[in-house]
């Protein structure tokens, strides 16, 4: 987060510990999160640019495949340096070509072999005769762009990121992403709808209780703000230090900074890593959560400290204890007798991203 929004984020949040926010609750129809109906409707905002991975995760002739819900791609970079993406499956009969990170100069199809350029260029057809009047056929393109050390994928926007991303632009560049490296991953099915686990990472209500055994001794109760941008949402919360500490030289020392990339990316800075989770609709009940943890370069062979943090954040708070609650709601909602949820001034930030939803579909 740049310096300039985390200090006024800061202020912010110093003046609610001494002026608790109050405003009239928020209610959401409980059939947000359990309709087949209304996901539907919500489908097509997942046509927005998707988070794929760390650009330093594609050298030169290096191939990844690329699944998530409603988007599948092989990503590569050719021996110039150019990423490409293209969607996974041969021109002849659409068998996957690559099922796991490789690095190559060219991609055969495992099936017939039929062989494609990193760029998607088809430029060998086996017994090529056999297939008179054929059109030459090159990997289909899925959209595709580089920007703050992250790869893009899919939706009209992604050829203008800086538009899709607005006034969150600086402040990715801000991360300084393009230097660190990945250094696990993770991808899970959890029972429960898609926009309870972005309401989790949006609420800094819950730190006492639901994560009392884990990280709540890093932080103070309820201290956190956020602001809209655009349709996307920046936050911090505030840790212990903040109280201990009048001039602020590193905001993550003091505050944990996070934005919410509309519809459902969330990136988090921890004192010495970020977390990028980027989550999809399944069903109704059922989300694809996707967490890449990044890390400084320079520090990268500090394998037991990641480790420990990784245990910490991605095994425990997310998974067991994040990810656990989201599951608890849609049991609660499961009976039908629950009609609404209720939100109150300390999770506004719900009301903005509902209320973007809204205006969208």
Not at 5 to 30: H, M
Not at 50 to 69: E, N, Q, T, Y
Not at 121 to 145: K, M, S, Y
Request: contains cysteine; charged residues 25%; negative net charge.
């Amino acid at each position: 987060m740049r310096a300039d929004t985390a200090a006024r984020l800061i202020d912010e949040v110093r003046r609610s510990l001494d002026e608790p926010p109050t405003s009239p609750p928020f209610r959401v129809p409980a059939e947000r999160y359990t309709s087949a109906e209304w996901l539907a409707r919500e489908q097509p905002l997942f046509a927005a640019p998707r988070i794929a991975m760390a650009a330093s995760s594609l050298a030169p002739g290096a191939c990844r495949p690329f699944d998530a819900p409603g988007l599948s791609a092989l990503v590569t970079r050719d021996l110039e340096g150019r990423v490409h993406a293209h969607v996974n499956a041969c021109r002849h009969r659409a068998t996957r070509l690559v099922d796991a990170p490789c690095s190559a100069k060219a991609i055969v199809c495992p099936y017939h072999g039929w062989t494609y350029e990193l760029g998607g260029r088809n430029i060998h057809v086996p017994h090529e005769t056999a297939f008179p009047g054929l059109d030459r056929r090159d990997l289909h393109a899925v959209p595709v762009a580089e920007r703050h050390g992250l790869v893009w994928l899919g939706g009209p926007a992604t050829g203008d990121l800086a538009a899709y991303l607005g006034p969150l632009d600086d402040e990715l560049a801000a991360l300084g992403l393009d230097r660190h490296v990945a250094h696990r991953e993770s991808r899970t099915v959890r029972a429960c709808n898609w926009k309870l686990v972005i309401e989790a990472f949006l609420d800094g209500y819950h730190i006492r209780t639901l994560h009392r055994d884990s990280i709540y001794r890093f932080f103070l109760d309820a201290a956190s703000a956020a602001e809209r941008a655009g349709d996307h949402i920046r936050a911090l919360t505030a840790r212990r230090t903040l109280r201990e500490t009048t001039t602020v030289t590193d905001p993550r020392l003091v505050a944990t900074p996070s934005f919410t990339l509309f519809p459902a990316t969330t990136i988090i800075e921890h004192p010495d890593f970020v977390s990028v989770i980027t989550v999809a609709p399944l069903a109704p009940d059922r989300t694809d959560f996707h967490h890449v943890m990044l890390v400084p370069a320079e520090r990268a062979a500090e394998t037991e400290h990641w480790d420990r943090s990784w245990a910490l954040i991605e095994e425990t708070v997310f998974q067991r204890e994040d990810l656990w609650v989201c599951e608890q709601i849609q049991k609660g909602l499961a009976d039908g007798r629950t009609t609404e949820l209720v939100f109150g001034a300390l999770e506004n930030a719900a009301e903005w991203f509902h209320a973007s939803i809204a205006a969208r579909i």
